[in-house]
């Protein structure tokens, strides 16, 4: 499988890099990357560069007892080409550089087809569909981190193949994956698939719901979640662990629901995990939900897109201030065992312009278990974001 998708990443490099050769050049700024373009045919370069400090105590320290602690990182260092060579034929190639494990992997390499009138195929390492927050990109996400549910239960990149589409006020996704190496260190696979509807869809006006499963085989492999508390650097002993399950598969359902009234908006998630154990484990049931809400003061409303939230312009050059609320639950406690947690993240956003942006956030937690030794902890998050 290793050699099968270093060939995919270099099919999809050379496809992007393939000459236009039309007549005019277009050459312009685009989402903060340079693009240039030929007729049909484009190529676009760019990236983001997300350098966070956290501070944290309690539950975020367990493994130094809950004292005060502080990390910075770069959190996301990533860099694309984006290619589009006819009115059909597409191909994109991220690398996002790790700066704990000072190592590069790639983030997304696929091609796309968008010549049927169902809508669009992609193959390769792209997102799998699942979740408003955890579809929604980094780039325009609304907190420093993604609630607890979207780390835990949302699929991410995985190798495979999607169909996608838009039909009125609805957009569907559904795909065929491979179940990372995370997830399982065997060859196993995922159907994946999302559909949502939007009634009122207009700029500033905004009503979404969608419905997500996924079903994943892992074939008698164990499976356990260990998660840290929506502050990435703290220590590396999970606030957040459940039973561990020899597994033959693992089902996971999402409702999502948001709105946009001008300048205020509202969005919330539940899923659900149902473990399957295999042979004489335990079955498991997991879930969750975060409600958050936002408010620009300068006036501005959060771009929506074919399912997801884009990328915020401020309406002046001073810049545009949003404040942002939210409440995440995670309970993993299933056959007398795991935690539950809750976090409350209040925040404080500063667009420069529609590439930089500055964030703080403020996350208190809770956590409670049979196995909890410290049931709470505050940490404060920053983060400098540049768009290229």
């Not at 979640?225 to 999970?238: C, F, G, M, W, Y």
């Not at 401020?314 to 809750?342: Q, Y």
């Amino acid at each position: 499988m290793k050699f099968s998708k270093n060939i995919l990443a270099l099919t999809v490099c050379s496809v992007i890099t393939m000459p236009v050769m039309a007549e005019d050049i277009n050459i312009k700024m685009s989402n903060g990357g340079l693009k240039i373009s030929q007729g049909d045919s484009s190529i676009q370069f760019g990236g983001r560069f997300m350098l966070d400090y956290d501070r944290f105590d309690g539950v975020h320290n367990v493994a130094n007892n809950g004292n005060s602690a502080s990390d910075s990182e770069i959190r996301r260092g990533r860099i694309y080409i984006k290619s589009k060579f006819d009115k059909v034929w597409e191909a994109k190639l991220q690398i996002n550089i790790n700066d704990a494990k000072s190592s590069a992997n790639f983030e997304d390499a696929y091609l796309k087809y968008s010549g049927f009138s169902v809508g669009s195929i992609t193959a390769g390492k792209h997102k799998e569909a699942f979740g408003l927050e955890k579809l929604t990109s980094s780039k325009y996400i609304t907190t420093i981190e993604r609630s607890m549910i979207s780390d835990v239960f949302s699929p991410g990149r995985s190798y495979g193949v999607s169909l996608s589409g838009k039909s009125g006020a609805f957009t569907y996704n559904a795909g065929l994956f491979e179940v990372s190496q995370d997830e399982s260190d065997q060859e196993s696979y995922a159907l994946t698939g999302r559909l949502t509807y939007a009634p009122v869809n207009e700029q500033g006006n905004l009503i979404h719901f969608g419905l997500a499963a996924s079903m994943r085989d892992y074939g008698n492999q164990a499976y356990q979640i260990k998660k840290r508390a929506e502050v990435h650097t703290a220590n590396d002993k999970p606030a957040v662990s459940a039973i561990t399950t020899n597994t033959d598969n693992v089902n996971i359902v999402g409702f999502e629901a948001a709105g946009v009234w001008g300048a205020l908006s509202l969005q919330t998630e539940y899923q659900q995990t149902a473990v399957s154990g295999s042979q004489s484990s335990v079955d498991a049931d997991y879930s969750g939900y975060y409600v958050m809400g936002s408010y620009f003061l300068t006036g501005e409303s959060r771009p929506y897109k074919k399912g997801v939230f884009g990328k915020v312009t401020p309406n002046s050059t001073n810049g545009a201030w949003e404040l942002v609320t939210r409440f995440s639950n995670l309970d993993v406690i299933d056959n007398n065992s795991g935690t539950k947690t809750e976090n409350i993240t209040l925040g404080v956003n500063y667009y420069a312009n529609s590439n930089v942006r500055f964030m703080v956030n403020y996350i208190t937690t809770e956590v409670s278990g049979s196995t909890v030794a410290i049931t709470d902890g505050d940490a404060i998050s920053l983060r400098a974001q540049y768009i290229f």
